[in-house]
Structures are given as structure tokens and as C-alpha cells.
């Protein structure tokens, strides 16, 4: 399907309701070299990370309300992440500090091919500690939106708050959104990645996969309609493929397509995916019924994918995030 970049400039207002993320935040150590092994590097650059801490920047960036659900560490990286997350305007009032465990850190290195490979140090890291009776349960139905990855799910005591979290907005009517945000390493094994990657699956109403975790989640190689649609089930409203610098594809109970990607120079992937997320998630927050429009439907993709594609084109996750503007920027210009 082609899609017209041009109809929905200003088209798209941000909305008003709370998006509560809820999971992991971390720093990662970037090389500052690209294209090195980790063991190569000669150096690093200590960017903010951690996916649900990402989107829900990415959604105040763009204009919309958020707020971040987690646990750092009582230590000098955990609290220069909660600044972080006030200085972006969003609300920090569901983060816990533990005093025993370090705020958690990954090592990333950029491939030449600007894809990147991850080393964690986490054993165990403050936001797998997160307790269900130290959630902020007020602000989390009183959320729109609920949003979160499948890191949380790893381990206990973390893996009972996600539930309790999950369960708690499920009953106040929040719409539950989930990119599973596959990272291999960081389970046990395979088999238990996917068997619990699924074992929430029929709670959320809007799902958003990469094609590499269509692959991953399906045990096929084909990433098609027919492998997508294997995901579906029957309380879904919306699922999301992204195809990297192809674009994305949508399929709901009564239609399905493909959004063409923005073409530009990427350096880092990091944070595309959630920067896309986060889009699509403040342009629907005020108004699910577009997810029954097919039009509006994809104007809000070509927005998320603008997103996504920006964010490639600085090093780093959060300073990539874009504005209202910078978005607007690259529809203009495209042709």
C-alpha cells in the first residue's frame, strides 16, 4: 500500500490522558567507537535507557503526559535517572529506590551495521526488585494507557508487581499496551523467554512486536500475515509489526496494511522502537476509537514511523527522541 505522507500534517492532536510505563530504567555504556566489539572499545558514553523509561519520554517529548513505574538504585546513577525522567517532564511518583541493589547497567555496542549487542550487569539489579506493595496503585489506574515490556517478567519479587500492576489497570478499564522487548540474554533460556513472553499475552489490548521477535515468538522465518496473525488473539484492538527501515504493519479485527517507512541516515537503532510506541500511544491515548479508522489509523503510523526513523539518527536512546516538530520537519520534507 502507498502511503500519503502529506494528509495528516497538523491533523494529529497529542492527547491529555496519562500513559503510565512501568518497568525497567538503566544506563547504558555506549562505545565511543562504533563498528568495535565491547572488548575492543577504548571508551564509553553513559547514555539513559531501559525501554518503558524511553517511551514514556518519549511521549512527553512529544507533548503528552507520562509517568514512569520502577525501581532504581539508592546510588549516584539511580538518582541521575530520576532526574532524567523529571527534566522530560515526566512524572516520577512510581519510582522506588532500593538501598541494597545498584541501579541496573548494560554495555552496548553498535555493530558497524548499526545493530547492536548487549552485555548486562545485573546480579541483581535494583528495578528486579521492585515489591507489588510498593507500587504507586492510584497512579496507575488512574492511567489511560498502561504500558510495559516483558523484562519485568524475568524474576521475582518484580515479576508479581508487573501482574499486580497489569491486574490493577485491567480492573480501572486502562487500555494495557506491551512490546515484549525481547533481550535473550538476559533469560534463562529461550524456551523460557518465549513461554513467558506469552504467558501474559491475552491481557493487552495493543501489542507491538519487532520483525526479529515475530521470528523468535513463532519459531518460523517467514515474517508475513499469516505468521502475524498467529499472534492475534480475540481481545486484541491492535497489533503492530515494525520492519526496521521497512515500515510497519498493522492488523485489527477488521482491516490490516503496511505504513512505508521515512528514509534517512541511521547511526543507532537504540530507542527507535520505543520512540514509535510512544508516538502511536499519545496520538490514541485521548481517542481509541482510531483504532476502528483505518485513515487515522495510518496517519498515526506514519507519525510513529517518523518517530522511529529520527531516533536512528542520533547516538543514544533518550537525546534521539523527537519533538512535535522534528516530526513534522521530516513529513514535510518527504516526499
Sequence with gaps: MASNHGSSRGALPTGSGLIVSFGEMLIDFVPTVSGVSLAEAPGFLKAPGGAPANVAIAVSRLGGRAAFVGKLGEDEFGRMLEGIVKENGVSAAGIRFDQGARTALAFVTLRADGEREFMFYRNPSADMLLKPEELDLDLIRSAKIFHYGSISLIVEPCRSAHMKAMEEAKKAGVLLSYDPNLRLPLWPSANEAREQIKSIWNRADIIKVSDDELKFLTQSEKVDDETAMSLWHDGLKLLLVTLGENGCRYYTKNFRGSVDPFKVKAVDTTGAGDSFVGALLCKIVDDQSVLQDEKKLREILTFANACG????????????????????????ASP
Excluded at 526513523?309 to 514535510?332: C, H
Design 309 to 332: 526513523a529520527i531516533t536512528t539518527t542520533k547516538k543514544g536512546a533518550i537525546p534521539a527522541l523527537p519533538s512535535e516538530a522534528d516530526v513534522a520537519a521530516l513529513i514535510k
